[in-house]
């Protein structure tokens, strides 16, 4: 029984280290200023008061 869990938490490790692996870095400072920005433009269907949306999002 000890065996098999040890079996069970090796395969569980590598599992979790070839997820690790695919992972993406972390951004940089730069990037997260850049993505935390609001954004320069709005699209006009994306703003209230457009005439092709109502109050709804419709």
Do not use: F, I, N
């Amino acid at each position: 029984m000890a065996e098999e869990k040890e079996e069970e938490e090796a395969a569980g490790e590598q599992l979790l280290g070839a997820a690790r692996e695919e992972l993406p870095a972390p951004p940089s400072a730069q990037e997260r200023q850049r993505l935390t920005r609001p954004p320069g433009r709005t699209v006009p269907h994306h703003t209230y008061g457009d005439p092709t949306m109502g109050p709804g999002g419709q």
